[in-house]
C-alpha cells in the first residue's frame, strides 16, 4: 500500500475538538496521508490552530468565508491530489487503522467504493449504537438500498473510503444549496460510476450526535425551516441520477420510493404543527396521497407513521 490518501476536513468552529483530531491523525497506522483541512470561516480561533500545522507538509490549509459545509468540501475536493479521498468530521472519533483497512480493502478487492462499520455516540451518554456488516457485491440495487436504509452502510460520508478519480473525471460536487442531504446525493451520485462496492466488518468510525444540526433543531424550533425541506430536493436529485445512469446500469426506479414517503410525511408532519403551508408542501401531500397503499400495506413502514401519514396526507 503506497497510495496518497487526501482526508478531507470541512472546519467551523471546532477549536475544542481540534488537539484530539490531531493526535487521532497523527496515529494513523496509514501514513501516506494528505491532510486537507477548509476553515469555512471560523471565529472561535480554529483557523490560527489550523496555521500551526502548516509547519508539517502533511497538511493543506484553505480558508474561505463562511459559505456552509459542502462549499468547503468541495474546496477540499479541489485540491486533492491522493488517489483515494475519505471526508472526515473534526468532532467525530476514529481507529488508528481507519484509513489503513478502507485502503487494504479497496486495493484487494479492485471495488470503486468500500464502506466500513461504524458507531454513534453521546458525549453523556456514550455509546448507542453500532453498526458492522461484510459485503462484496456488484448489485448497486442493493447499495441504494442499504444508503437510504437508516442504521445500515448509510448516506454519511465518513464510514467510506472514494476513488478521486471517478469524483473528478464526473464533475461529482456537492450541493451548495441542499442543508439537509446533500451526503446522501453525493454518495448515490458516485455509485452510478460504480462497478464494485465492499462492506468490511469493522468497526472503525465513530460518530458524534448534537442536538446541533438542521434537522436535530426541530424538537425546539418554533417555525417551520425552509432547509429541512432540502432533504426533499436531495432525494429528488438522487431519483434523477439514477434514472440518467441506466446506460450504464438499469436502476429500479422504486428503490427510493419508501424512503421519500418516509421523508414526504415527516416533513408535512412538521409543516402542520407549525401551520407552514407552500408548493412543496402541497406536492409532498400528493406524493404521500399516491403512495398510500404503499403505506399501509408495506412492512418498512410501522403503524405510528402508518396513522401520521393518514393525518397528514389530507
Known amino acids: 500500500m503506497n497510495s496518497l490518501v487526501s482526508v478531507i476536513v470541512p472546519i467551523y468552529n471546532e477549536s475544542k475538538y481540534l488537539d484530539s483530531f490531531f493526535s487521532m491523525l497523527d496515529k494513523q497506522t496509514y501514513h501516506k496521508l494528505e491532510v486537507i483541512m477548509i476553515d469555512d470561516g471560523s471565529t472561535d480561533g480554529s483557523l490560527m490552530m489550523l496555521n500551526k500545522k502548516k509547519r508539517d507538509?502533511?497538511?493543506?490549509?484553505?480558508?474561505?468565508?463562511?459559505?456552509?459545509?459542502?462549499?468547503?468540501?468541495?474546496?477540499?475536493?479541489?485540491?486533492?491530489?491522493?488517489?483515494?479521498?475519505?471526508?472526515?468530521?473534526?468532532?467525530?472519533?476514529f481507529d488508528d487503522c481507519y484509513i489503513q483497512y478502507l485502503v487494504t480493502a479497496i486495493e484487494k478487492s479492485n471495488a470503486q467504493l468500500v464502506s466500513c462499520g461504524y458507531s454513534e455516540f453521546k458525549i453523556n451518554e456514550g455509546e448507542i449504537f453500532r453498526y458492522s456488516q461484510k459485503n462484496s457485491s456488484e448489485n448497486l440495487n442493493f447499495a441504494v438500498a442499504k444508503i437510504v436504509t437508516h442504521h445500515e452502510m448509510g448516506s454519511a460520508l465518513w464510514n467510506k473510503?472514494?476513488?478521486?478519480?471517478?469524483?473528478?473525471?464526473?464533475?461529482?460536487k456537492f450541493s451548495v444549496d441542499i442543508a439537509v442531504g446533500e451526503d446522501l446525493l453525493f454518495v448515490i451520485s458516485y455509485l452510478t460510476h460504480v462497478k464494485k462496492w465492499v462492506e468490511i466488518p469493522y468497526v472503525l468510525y465513530h460518530y458524534q450526535l448534537n442536538d446541533f444540526g438542521t434537522m436535530q433543531n426541530y424538537k425546539t424550533a418554533k417555525e417551520f425551516n425552509q432547509n429541512w425541506l432540502t432533504e426533499w430536493k436531495a432525494l429528488k436529485l438522487a431519483q434523477i441520477h439514477l434514472a440518467s445512469a441506466e446506460k450504464r446500469y438499469v436502476f429500479d426506479e422504486n428503490i427510493l420510493h419508501a424512503k421519500r414517503l418516509r421523508v414526504a410525511i415527516k416533513l408535512l408532519g412538521r409543516s402542520k404543527q407549525m401551520n407552514y403551508k407552500s408548493k412543496e408542501i402541497f406536492e409532498l401531500r400528493q406524493y404521500v396521497r399516491k403512495g398510500l397503499i404503499t403505506v399501509l400495506t408495506s412492512k418498512q413502514f410501522p403503524p405510528k407513521q402508518v396513522l401520521k401519514a393518514l393525518l397528514v396526507s389530507f
Do not use: W
Not at 507538509?57 to 459559505?67: A, G, M, P, T
Not at 473510503?161 to 464526473?170: A, Y
Open 57 to 93: 507538509s502533511k497538511y493543506k490549509i484553505i480558508h474561505q468565508e463562511n459559505c456552509g459545509v459542502s462549499a468547503a468540501r468541495n474546496a477540499g475536493i479541489k485540491h486533492a491530489s491522493g488517489k483515494f479521498c475519505v471526508f472526515v468530521d473534526a468532532d467525530d472519533q
Open 161 to 172: 473510503i472514494f476513488k478521486t478519480e471517478i469524483i473528478l473525471k464526473n464533475n461529482l
